[in-house]
Nanobody, 124 residues
Framework: QVQLVESGGGSVQAGASLRLACIVS????????VGWFRQAPGKGREGVAM????????FYADPMEARFPISQEKEKNTVYEQKNILATEDTAMYYC?????????????????WGQGTQVTVSS
């Protein structure tokens, strides 16, 4: 059974930082694609960053987006997204998702396993 559990969201002021964590319970963790997605109010779900756990290779929706690096801690089956210098437009529900063989993509349709999400609210 595959399970993803996110944590680390919260309500913060602009300029603050948060670290989101996703514990991935999957039998193929060592070779799994894990992505972070966000969904702002009234908008569709969009990819932010993904990592392939086998090589720690990463892919970002915006290559210039250095504020939100993705990383993993293999010993804990956990993938992180560090969110630095948050802005009000970063307010959204953040989800992590996993896929065993989807490849390097941030298309939500390519991911079969999803967590429940963690809310990030940024105020000015």
């Amino acid at each position: 059974q595959v399970q993803l559990v996110e944590s680390g969201g919260g309500s913060v002021q602009a300029g603050a930082s948060l670290r989101l964590a996703c514990i991935v319970s999957i039998d193929t963790y060592s070779r799994t694609y894990v992505g972070w997605f966000r969904q702002a109010p009234g908008k569709g779900r969009e990819g932010v960053a993904m990592i392939f756990t086998g090589s720690s290779g990463t892919f970002y929706a915006d290559p210039m987006e250095a504020r939100f690096p993705i990383s993993q801690e293999k010993e804990k089956n956990t993938v992180y997204e560090q969110k630095n210098i948050l802005a009000t437009e970063d307010t959204a529900m953040y989800y992590c998702a996993a896929e065993k063989g989807g490849g390097c993509t941030l298309n939500p349709d390519n991911y079969n396993y999803w967590g429940q999400g963690t809310q990030v609210t940024v105020s000015s």
